[in-house]
Every structure is written in structure tokens, then in C-alpha cells.
């Protein structure tokens, strides 16, 4: 990234003003626009040919200086007086005349981007988005293998496909950390330096995203441990690529990519907070197109590259699935299996930490939803406040009887109808959870549901199914010292 001092409060002055009036540049006006067209479809053009920016004068041959102005200073914009103009009627200060200033910068700011490059971060910003900057000459690769090994054209049909499949693995591998680079060194970089000018404030980066450059710095060591070394020993050798090379790189794999398991239970609130930001927020929307057509980003939209990190890591399987289809040596087959063992021994690991994350997620839903759970309907003031300790249901503490590391689960939820008596029937709201069965009566309006029945241990439940697929019968143990027919705790049809 090209790096210039620290920015002005008010649109190119400064460092900007000056380097035009070093080069004698000209530049063409920005055109008034609507909010998410800013520029014309391929971003902003320079054209010396066109028209140029008001207020500024040229001292090169055949210019005079305009009249009242001083040369390469900016006129600051006039309010239009017109009734219903551009920025419409309203007092001067005006949250529609606020709203479209603060476009009108960010118009201003994304061309300067676009004429001088993206200005380097501070020191504080730039230790965690910048990586490898200016180091990236390691990560290039030539067009094919076989400019690497001059006998491959003696070489057996399968031994090139199992080339072939190496060589996949190798160039997809840098073509990840690149598009992995467009959301650090363009879309983050960018917008931390409009939210250094005041804009775009309410946007966080972090939350959109918070470890990529983890996964970078992973990505990278791993091309300059693993991957990068097997690459030079063909280049130095001209021997095929060799995938025994890889075998304690892929053995370490979990070790490696800790970051993944961080960045997957997170993709989808990630992916969530884009859409908002997006669907709700003009200025970022226009931030966001700016730098899809940016000619860095590849034409790569927002959400395709937040999904990247997540495809990536479950296509190492299918990679190595395909060196070993054509990898016929024993020696070789045996190492392969083993990697790709161990990849997707890590990948199960990932999907359980996202699914114990995703049924957090849900109980703490249900537990927000459950109200208290009232006992007893109490006689007096001194009842309740004794009632009060035992009439609270917190489904968020450990559960009884079992290792902290088994956590409670909520694994259905849905309405029911439930008879009671002989002739009533009762709408009820049921949640089972991995240790308990509530019955619950739903409030419509509030989204709350009260607990109606004593909450139903499962270790004490018993349920018969009965002829009608739909319903069943439900009901606690009998206590033994109860004759029968007596006794029977909780029992009702449910349908």
C-alpha cells in the first residue's frame, strides 16, 4: 500500500492538493451521483481530456489562472439556494443535508483512494492487518510443472496426473491467501482509514473480520514450511514433486490451523452482520461496490470472500483424495492416508465445536423465552418470599449427575395439545431438553411461555407410544409403596 501523511478533515488537501500540484496533474470532477452509483460501472476514471475539478488552475503552458481564485486550491461546495435542489429544502443543519455531506465525502475519499493507492495504516492498526507487506515475492509460482521438470515428457500417464493433482494443491494454495488479502489489505484497510476522517464510525471491523489475518499468517507459514520447500526441491532438482514432502506438514495439520476453528463458529454471525450493514447502512453499501470493482479485489463480492475461509479448509481432503488416486506406490499411499486422516480428523473437531456453538446458541434462546417457574400460587408476602429461591428454573447451570464437559441441550421443541380430565384438552408449548421435559403454556405476544408442570427429569420419564403415530403416552414412575393405579405422577395424553 502506498503510504502519504495523515489525512485532513476537509477532502483533498494536504498531501493530496499538493502531490497535484507537484505533478501538474488534472483530474476529471466527480459527478453528482446517487448513493450506491457513485462512480460509473468500472470505478473512477482519469481523464486529462475532461472536465477538471472546480476552483483549481493550472500553471502549465496555456493556462490562464482563474479569475478570484488562487491556483490547486479547492473551492469549497455553495449551498444550493434553488428551492427543491440537490440537497432539497431543510434548515442548514439538517440530518438530509448531514447524510448527504457525509456521501459526498465518502464519494471524495474512495476517488483519492482510487488516484493515490490506500494510505498505510497507523502502527497500532498496521501490526494486526498487515502481513508479510512487501515480502510477498516468495509466494509466486511459475504457470506449470512442467517447466520444473524437463523429463516429463518420459514420464508414465498416471505419474503426470499425480504431478497435476500436486500442482493444484500448490497454485490453489496461493490464490486463497490472495483473495484472503483483498479483506485485510483493501476492504479492512480502507475502512479504517474512512472511519480516521469520521466516517463510517459505526462499522466495526473486527466483527467482520476479526481473525483473518490469523488465518493468513497460518497460510503462510505453512507455504514456507511445508508447501515452499517441496516446490524448491523440484526447481533445484528437476525431479517430480514429491508427496512424502508433505507428510509432516499435513501431520500438524490441527496444529497449524487452530485460527479455523475460531473463524467457523463465528462465519455465520460474520456473514449476518454483513447483510445488515449492507441492506441497512447506504454509506457502507457504497463501500462495499467500491471495492468489488476495484481492480484488486478481482470483481470477489463481500460475502463470497467471507465464505472462502470455510471452503477452503473442507476442499484439503478432496486435494489430497486426488494426489492419492493417482499416486500407485505403496510408500506414497500409506503417507497420503495418513494426511488426509489427519485432516479430516481436524475438520470433525471443527464441526463439533460449531454444533456445541450453534446448541449454546439455542438454549440460551430458550432459556431467554422460559419464564419463572411459580410452584405455588402463595397466601401471603412471607410465602412468596420463602417460595421465591425454589421457584427459579435456570437452565444455564451444569447439569446434575454428569461431567461439566456434557453440557445441556435443547433437542426439540414444538406445540402440543394435552388432555386433561376427562373432557378438557389444553394447548401447551413442550421443549425437551437433554436432561429435562418441560410443559409449558405460550404467550403469544410476549414470544414468553410459562413452565405450567413440574419440569419432568428424563431419568424419571416414561413413555409409551400408542396406535396413533402422533400421540403418546406420558407420565413419571409410580412410587412402589403406592398400590396400583395410585400414585402415577404427571401422566396425560399428548397429541
Known amino acids: 500500500m502506498q503510504a502519504?501523511?495523515?489525512?485532513?478533515?476537509?477532502?483533498?488537501?494536504?498531501?493530496?492538493?499538493?502531490?497535484?500540484?507537484?505533478?501538474?496533474?488534472?483530474?476529471?470532477?466527480?459527478?453528482?451521483?446517487?448513493?450506491?452509483?457513485?462512480?460509473?460501472?468500472?470505478?473512477?476514471?482519469?481523464?486529462?481530456?475532461?472536465?477538471?475539478?472546480?476552483?483549481?488552475?493550472?500553471?502549465?503552458?496555456?493556462?490562464?489562472?482563474?479569475?478570484?481564485?488562487?491556483?490547486?486550491?479547492?473551492?469549497?461546495?455553495?449551498?444550493?439556494?434553488?428551492?427543491?435542489?440537490?440537497?432539497?429544502?431543510?434548515?442548514?443543519?439538517?440530518?438530509?443535508?448531514?447524510?448527504?455531506?457525509?456521501?459526498?465525502?465518502?464519494?471524495?475519499?474512495?476517488?483519492?483512494?482510487s488516484m493515490f493507492g490506500m494510505p498505510r495504516l497507523p502502527p497500532e492498526d498496521r501490526r494486526h492487518w498487515e502481513i508479510g507487506e512487501g515480502s510477498d515475492s516468495g509466494l509466486v509460482i511459475e504457470k506449470s510443472w512442467k517447466e520444473l521438470v524437463p523429463g516429463h515428457k518420459e514420464m508414465s500417464r498416471e505419474l503426470c496426473h499425480q504431478q497435476e493433482a500436486l500442482w493444484e494443491l500448490l497454485t490453489t494454495e496461493l490464490v486463497y491467501v490472495r483473495k484472503l488479502k483483498i479483506m485485510t489489505d483493501l476492504l479492512a484497510a480502507g475502512l479504517l482509514n474512512l472511519q480516521r476522517v469520521g466516517l463510517l464510525m459505526e462499522v466495526s471491523a473486527e466483527t467482520l473480520f476479526g481473525n483473518v489475518p490469523s488465518l493468513i499468517r497460518a497460510h503462510r507459514s505453512f507455504w514456507e514450511e511445508v508447501l515452499g520447500p517441496t516446490l524448491g526441491e523440484t526447481r533445484a532438482s528437476g525431479q517430480p514433486l514429491d508427496p512424502l514432502s508433505l507428510q509432516n506438514g499435513f501431520l500438524t495439520f490441527s496444529q497449524r490451523f487452530q485460527p479455523y476453528v475460531l473463524y467457523c463458529l463465528r462465519v455465520k454471525q460474520t456473514m449476518a452482520y454483513a447483510r445488515e450493514q449492507q441492506d441497512n447502512n447506504p454509506l457502507f453499501h457504497t463501500f462495499v461496490r467500491w471495492c468489488e470493482k476495484h481492480k484488486r479485489s478481482g470483481r470477489q463480492m463481500l460475502g463470497d470472500l467471507l465464505i472462502k475461509p470455510h471452503q477452503r479448509i473442507t476442499k484439503y481432503p478432496l486435494l489430497l483424495q486426488a494426489v492419492l488416486k493417482r499416486s500407485p506406490e505403496a510408500h506414497a499411499r500409506d503417507a497420503l492416508k495418513a494426511m488426509i486422516a489427519a485432516v479430516e480428523s481436524f475438520l470433525r473437531h471443527i464441526n463439533t465445536q460449531v454444533r456445541q456453538g450453534e446448541e449454546q446458541e439455542s438454549l440460551v434462546a430458550a432459556a431467554q423465552r422460559i419464564g419463572p417457574y411459580e410452584v405455588l400460587e402463595p397466601a401471603s408476602e412471607e410465602v412468596e418470599k420463602n417460595l421465591r429461591p425454589y421457584s427459579t428454573l435456570d437452565l444455564m447451570s451444569p447439569m446434575?449427575?454428569?461431567?461439566?464437559?456434557?453440557?445441556?441441550?435443547?433437542?426439540?421443541?414444538?406445540?402440543?395439545?394435552?388432555?386433561?380430565?376427562?373432557?378438557?384438552?389444553?394447548?401447551?408449548?413442550?421443549?425437551?431438553?437433554?436432561?429435562?421435559?418441560?410443559?409449558?403454556?405460550?404467550?403469544?405476544?410476549?414470544?414468553?411461555?410459562?413452565?405450567?408442570?413440574?419440569?419432568?427429569?428424563?431419568?424419571?420419564?416414561?413413555?409409551?407410544?400408542?396406535?396413533?403415530?402422533?400421540?403418546?403416552?406420558?407420565?413419571?414412575?409410580?412410587?412402589?409403596?403406592?398400590?396400583?393405579?395410585?400414585?402415577?405422577?404427571?401422566?396425560?395424553?399428548?397429541?
Open 4 to 113: 502519504f501523511g495523515p489525512p485532513n478533515t476537509s477532502p483533498l488537501q494536504g498531501l493530496v492538493a499538493s502531490r497535484i500540484e507537484t505533478y501538474g496533474g488534472r483530474r476529471r470532477a466527480s459527478a453528482q451521483s446517487t448513493p450506491g452509483s457513485l462512480y460509473p460501472r468500472g470505478g473512477p476514471v482519469l481523464d486529462p481530456s475532461r472536465e477538471r475539478l472546480p476552483g483549481y488552475s493550472l500553471f502549465a503552458k496555456g493556462y490562464i489562472p482563474a479569475r478570484g481564485l488562487s491556483p490547486l486550491r479547492l473551492r469549497e461546495p455553495e449551498p444550493e439556494k434553488r428551492h427543491g435542489g440537490h440537497f432539497g429544502a431543510g434548515p442548514p443543519h439538517s440530518p438530509k443535508l448531514k447524510e448527504v455531506s457525509k456521501a459526498h465525502e465518502l464519494e471524495v475519499r474512495l476517488h483519492t483512494f
Open 400 to 495: 446434575l449427575g454428569v461431567a461439566p464437559k456434557h453440557t445441556r441441550q435443547l433437542l426439540l421443541e414444538g406445540p402440543a395439545r394435552m388432555k386433561e380430565g376427562r373432557e378438557g384438552k389444553l394447548d401447551v408449548y413442550l421443549f425437551l431438553f437433554s436432561d429435562v421435559f418441560l410443559v409449558t403454556k405460550p404467550h403469544r405476544k410476549a414470544d414468553k411461555a410459562k413452565v405450567i408442570r413440574p419440569p419432568l427429569m428424563l431419568e424419571k420419564l416414561v413413555c409409551q407410544p400408542l396406535r396413533d403415530p402422533s400421540m403418546f403416552l406420558l407420565g413419571g414412575p409410580r412410587p412402589s409403596h403406592f398400590p396400583a393405579g395410585q400414585g402415577e405422577v404427571g401422566m396425560g395424553i399428548l397429541e
